[in-house]
């Protein structure tokens, strides 16, 4: 499978602006039909607690754009997006929509980042999500929610393969997004790619560092500082070989051997 890390320098609170950069950074890079584009958290405005600016209307514009470039090239597009104001918040949502359009999943950050009071202004999700694409059981997550590794583990029983995480993780942490990717994908025995933002913000810098790790811990890729397009290939066939031949999921006790190697069955 093919991936697209899209590492984006966003504009803060700047919808038009950033939906135009991630048009122009697209349509410069060369992109296979069938590709997995994956943007960023919040890819319209930047990580603002300020609703009245990030969440989407009831038109969607944010999922409207994805679901146009989704057309346009022929692939498959992740991003992170704000949804509409409900009872005062709104929620910090991963969408994904398939090359036809088709909305293929829709997960909500699980684990709102308490030191900016993310939860004052967005909703908890309550559960992982796993959908599948090209024959491939896939989870994302959010940014903070890579610090909670027990919410990755059921998606994981409930047969994912591929573990996203998209975010807008700063510099003064950074060290700790690409152990803690690492992390993720050694012990879930899957491939895992992080895609993270570039640039500034008014009170916090990004080095990017968009990276990948296969499912046995190994490097892939990982971004400089600066806006780009990182394309990468991820070996599902040896993930499932190495899941095969190495336990350690089917050993979790009280769990099956089903739940953890049956590749076909449709979310």
Known sequence: MQIAAVQL????????ANH??????LSAATIQPGTLVIVPEMFETGFSMNVDVTAQSEAREGEALLRDLARQYDVTMMGGVASPVSDGRSSNQCVVFAP?????ARYQKMHPFSITGEANHYT???SP???????VK??????????????FRPAILRGAELITVIACWPTVRSEHWVRLLQARAIENLAPVVGVNRCGEEPKLKFDG???AFDHMGTPLFEASDQEQVIITEIDLEAARRWRSKFPALQDIT???DSAVVDHSTPN
């Open 9 to 16: 320098n966003m504009a803060w609170e700047d919808k038009a």
């Open 100 to 104: 036809d359009g088709t909305q293929l």
């Open 20 to 25: 135009q950069r991630l048009r122009d950074l």
């Open 254 to 256: 009280g769990v099956s």
């Open 124 to 126: 908890a999700g309550t």
């Open 209 to 211: 560092r968009s990276c």
């Open 138 to 151: 896939i989870t994302p997550f959010i940014c903070y929610d890579l610090r909670f590794p027990e919410i």
């Open 129 to 135: 999500v796993v959908f599948q694409w090209q024959g």
